[in-house]
């Protein structure tokens, strides 16, 4: 989806004595790498909490069945995955497409805008949608990996900024361009991704795009004047099978963090080599966001009348009480919003005036929530950690 360099200083090591999984070890000789976090998302700052698996046979009324069935992960499984978590599933591109129009014609903020798409979304850095014009967001319809379907594209100014599919029976987001990089399209669905000179890391990634796993992957790059290879670039087989099927039924699921790491330093010759033969696709003249027509009877996914009420006072203290150790906290009042953190039973959380109910009939407050986990006292303590804002559903708590 988006080139993500995660804490390469620590990860090296493992590369060093692992390589990609199973696969034999890298070579001793390449250059330590930088550090380095994608500008659009994501893939998000945060980091989510290892995920917890239902001990009792009652099941929590915020969770999926599909997690519930998880088995208990290991120490040394936990550390070699990385949860999808904001991974955010849409009922179709009409769907999507009326939630930026929303979005740009009601000039949502981006705490707004996080709420309704569930993530930061990458157009925000490009001033929308208030500081730029509504007619430089377009989109436009076409068959990326040439499989007989299309996807939908989000662009601004022309260029390419999202790429959105079908993974399963929701749409996905497959790619999000950081601002500033130029992205081209090639045939079958490959892309590059080229950071000028005037960024921090210079060079060209080149991308794959994995329908069955739900997201572009980045193959190989030129990174200031060095060639390497990613993990993704020849991973097949019954593991990547497996790993299909694991997502194709819980697209929440963890993904292999090696999957995205460096694998093998390259020469510029063998680099070459690998380069897309045919010229770059032209993209059929698309739409305007501007143009897109609300259906009547359209409710808006957030109503801005009611207002993000960011600085309301907490009102009370409520504690988690779930049967299964842990209740979600959620980025929006119900399951199908990304999942912020867990909060395990018996922590406290401070409860806002603000609740909602899901289409369910379910009632969700808006909490905040002291984790621990996070670098540094918000308030100049010596004691680590964030506020986490969000949503709990009011049955795991008293």
Known sequence: ?????????????????????????????????????AGDQVTPTETPEEE???QETSEPEDQDPSEAESEPETDQESAEHVD????????????LLYLYKEAQDGHYTADQI????????????????????????????????????????????????????????????????????????????????????????????????????????????????EYYTFCHYDFSGPERDELEARLREDPDADMPVWIYEWYDQLTKTDYD?????????????????????????YTPRYEANEGYEEETIPEYLLYVKSSDGYANLRKGPGTEYDVICKIPTGESMEVYRESATDKKGKKWLKVAYWHSDGEAGPDGSDDPGVWETGWISESQVE
Not at 12 to 37: F, K, N, W
Not at 175 to 186: D, I, K, M, R
């Open 1 to 37: 989806m988006k080139k993500i360099h995660i804490a390469w200083i620590s990860l090296i090591c493992t590369l060093l004595l692992s390589g990609c999984g199973s696969r034999e070890a890298v070579p001793t000789d390449v250059p330590e790498p930088v550090q380095e976090e």
């Open 52 to 54: 917890t698996t239902k």
């Open 84 to 95: 999808n978590y904001y991974i955010h599933m849409f009922d179709s591109f009409d769907d």
């Open 114 to 225: 996080d709420l309704i798409f569930g993530y930061g979304d990458a157009l925000l850095e490009r001033g929308w949608p208030n500081e730029a014009s509504s007619y430089d967001v377009g989109y436009v319809y076409y068959d990326v990996d040439s499989n007989g379907t299309d996807e939908l594209i989000i662009t601004f100014d022309n260029e390419i900024v999202e790429i959105y599919s079908y993974f399963g029976e929701r749409v996905k987001r497959f790619y999000s361009a950081p601002v500033g990089y130029e992205v081209t399209l090639y045939p079958d669905g490959i892309l590059s991704q080229y950071a000028p000179d005037t960024s921090d890391f210079p060079g060209t990634s080149w991308y794959s795009y994995d329908a069955g796993l739900g997201e572009y992957f980045e193959d190989f790059e030129e990174l200031e004047g």
């Open 273 to 297: 080599k690998l380069l897309p033969k045919s010229k770059p696709v032209e993209l059929p003249e698309g739409n305007k966001l501007a143009e897109v027509v609300l259906p009547d009877g």
